[in-house]
């Protein structure tokens, strides 16, 4: 994929859960936002998109949504506008996480659908970097 990662690369469970550690506490905040926004239920459980490109991130934020006890959607960003616009209205996400190297085409995709939040995330080293930075605090 475009985002650093070369194949055959290896990623280790340490990484994958700080990458979904930092990226499911972001994504819960959010959530919450959205929640007191839409007066919804504390324990409604909430559909999030996730738009991104083959590779590992995929995996690292599906977990971090599973971590934030919701639900993902999983779109692929090729995918024609039509069945995007379709997946989006059926699954009622409010929420999508979507890599910034594809946000700009996206986005476009995301607003015309109504999306309330988006949560963008980095590709997988930078959110590392980021964690390394905060301390490296990786339970959840």
């Known amino acids: 994929s475009g985002d650093g990662h070369q194949e055959g690369h290896i990623i280790?469970?340490?990484?994958?859960?700080?990458?979904?550690?930092v990226l499911s506490s972001l994504l819960g905040e959010v959530l919450e936002l959205v929640r007191s926004c839409w007066d919804m239920p504390e324990a409604a459980q909430q559909h999030v998109a996730i738009l991104v490109d083959e590779g590992p991130e995929i995996v690292m934020s599906e977990l971090a949504v599973l971590k934030c006890r919701s639900v993902f959607v999983p779109i692929d960003p090729t995918w024609p506008d039509a069945r995007i616009a379709y997946i989006l209205r059926d699954s009622s996400a409010r929420v999508a996480l979507v890599l910034r190297a594809a946000c700009r085409v996206i986005r476009n995709k995301l607003v015309s659908e109504g999306m309330d939040v988006f949560v963008i995330a980095e590709s997988s080293e930078r959110v590392e970097a980021s964690a390394k930075r905060e301390g490296g605090k990786t339970s959840r």
């Open 12 to 21: 280790t469970y340490a990484q994958v859960n700080r990458y979904s550690y």
